[in-house]
T-cell receptor, first 116, second 115 residues
Framework: GAVVSQHPSRVICKSGTSVKIECRSL??????MFWYRQFPKQSLMLMAT?????????EQGVEKDKFLINHASLTLSTLTVTSAHPEDSSFYIC????????????FGPGTRLLVL | AQTVTQSQPEMSVQEAETVTLSCTYD???????LFWYKQPPSRQMILVIR??????QNATENRFSVNFQKAAKSFSLKISDSQLGDTAMYFC????????????FGKGTRLHILP
């Protein structure tokens, strides 16, 4: 089956630092990758849609200068949380859409970010 | 606007029993896909089952099957012979078949399988 990796799985950082999260599709090419944020006991909240070679599309209320997304290849997208603050602490999940099964998204294992 | 509704926030069943999770959705589109995803305590989202709206036959994957009622816009998940490892949050999801749309998730049903 389609595998999506995410790195790191857990990160603790000081307020004001930037954190980069990588999302990779390991055995398929992803035309599109998505970044979600999930608060405890809630559903996934879409932050942005990332297409290879073009600018990401951000959802309403998501600051694009705060959450920088780069989709450098068909297998890699990165999310950088710039100048992180404690309120950015959350669980971040990426997903990738398989070119062959374009309607199906496969999810990474998530990254738990804690900003002190 | 498309919406997905899961009316059961939480459910508990005994191991080996059969359980059905409800999901309804609202859309004016005719071509779309429906999914059930499972999120166990590890928080990894796992695709359980996938259904194309143009197919009348209900999808099945081992112990997991769906009851897809297109006219009623209903897409329930049945788990047979439930196992302790089925304990998880289950999300019903929907996407239109245009290739550029976002997946829409329900709020989830937390399922506890009791020993």
């Amino acid at each position: 089956g389609a595998v999506v990796s995410q790195h790191p799985s857990r990160v603790i950082c000081k307020s004001g630092t930037s954190v980069k999260i990588e999302c990779r599709s390991l055995d398929f090419q992803a035309t599109t990758m998505f970044w979600y944020r999930q608060f405890p006991k809630q559903s996934l909240m879409l932050m942005a849609t990332s297409n290879e070679g073009s600018k990401a599309t951000y959802e309403q209320g998501v600051e694009k200068d705060k959450f920088l997304i780069n989709h450098a290849s068909l297998t890699l997208s990165t999310l950088t949380v710039t100048s992180a603050h404690p309120e950015d602490s959350s669980f971040y999940i990426c997903s990738a859409r398989d070119r062959l099964w374009e309607e199906t998204q496969y999810f990474g294992p998530g990254t738990r970010l804690l900003v002190l | 606007a498309q919406t997905v509704t899961q009316s059961q926030p939480e459910m508990s069943v005994q191991e080996a029993e059969t359980v059905t999770l409800s999901c309804t959705y609202d859309t004016s589109e005719n071509n779309y896909y429906l999914f059930w995803y499972k999120q166990p305590p590890s928080r990894q989202m796992i695709l359980v089952i996938r259904q194309e709206a143009y197919k009348q036959q209900n999808a099945t994957e081992n112990r997991f099957s769906v009851n897809f009622q297109k006219a009623a816009k209903s897409f329930s998940l049945k788990i047979s012979d439930s196992q302790l490892g089925d304990t998880a949050m289950y999300f019903c999801a929907f996407i239109v078949s245009r290739g550029d749309d976002k997946i829409i998730f329900g709020k989830g049903t937390r399922l506890h399988i009791l020993p």
